[in-house]
T-cell receptor, first 113, second 113 residues
Framework: EPEVTQTPSHQVTQMGQEVILRCVPI?????FYWYRQILGQKVEFLVS????????KSEIFDDQFSVERPDGSNFTLKIRSTKLEDSAMYFC???????????FGNGTRLTVT | GDSVTQMEGPVTLSEEAFLTINCTYT??????LFWYVQYPGEGLQLLLK?????DKGSNKGFEATYRKETTSFHLEKGSVQVSDSAVYFC????????????FGTGTSLTVIP
């Protein structure tokens, strides 16, 4: 069964550094998402992406964050100048249609020290 | 706004015991409801879904019924197995808010032989 893949599985970075989290969505999916889960807290929506542009974003997704689909397969989340509170599990997801279930990757655990 | 509240864990059961994980929701429209499962070291996987009131979602022996009158979507299984040990997330999405998913905090289930 096709799956969403995320790399790396674990990323450690120093405060103030930039990180790029990578995702390869399922190939025939059209909608792409990033969610995050701070340890012990809810899974939170960050951003959705369709037709090469952001379709929705949450209050969390401020100017520190950006997303890009640089080619036909990758979908990246860039976090500039990381803060300690950015430490979380970041999940990429994709869906086939507007109201289709999301398929999630295994997540990238980001640790900011 | 939309939200999901689910029963706090952790939950520990003996094999073959009956499982209920409670989930209630708040939504402005007519949401679709989902249960996702996260096995250790893996991403979120769709377990079952229901898209309208009185629908029953089922998969792998798990069931949940969309109850509009009680705004609930409780997850049940008649006889749990050790392999069901995982974290279970209740979620909703409304098409009038895009395909943004709102998740509960997750309930950790451990099944002991």
């Amino acid at each position: 069964e096709p799956e969403v893949t995320q790399t790396p599985s674990h990323q450690v970075t120093q405060m103030g550094q930039e990180v790029i989290l990578r995702c390869v969505p399922i190939s025939n999916h059209l909608y792409f998402y990033w969610y995050r889960q701070i340890l012990g807290q809810k899974v939170e929506f960050l951003v959705s992406f369709y037709n090469n542009e952001i379709s929705e974003k949450s209050e969390i997704f401020d100017d520190q964050f950006s997303v890009e689909r640089p080619d036909g397969s990758n979908f990246t989340l860039k976090i500039r100048s990381t803060k300690l509170e950015d430490s979380a599990m970041y999940f990429c997801a994709s869906s086939q249609g507007w109201d289709s279930p999301l398929h999630f990757g295994n997540g990238t655990r980001l640790t900011v020290t | 706004g939309d939200s999901v509240t689910q029963m706090e864990g952790p939950v520990t059961l003996s094999e073959e015991a009956f499982l209920t994980i409670n989930c209630t929701y708040t939504a402005t429209g007519y949401p679709s409801l989902f249960w996702y499962v996260q096995y250790p070291g893996e991403g979120l996987q769709l377990l079952l879904k229901a898209t309208k009131a009185d629908d029953k979602g089922s998969n792998k022996g798990f069931e949940a019924t969309y109850r509009k009158e009680t705004t609930s979507f409780h997850l049940e299984k008649g006889s749990v197995q050790v392999s069901d040990s995982a974290v279970y997330f209740c979620a909703l999405s409304e098409t009038n808010t895009g395909n943004q998913f709102y998740f509960g905090t997750g309930t950790s289930l451990t099944v002991i032989p």
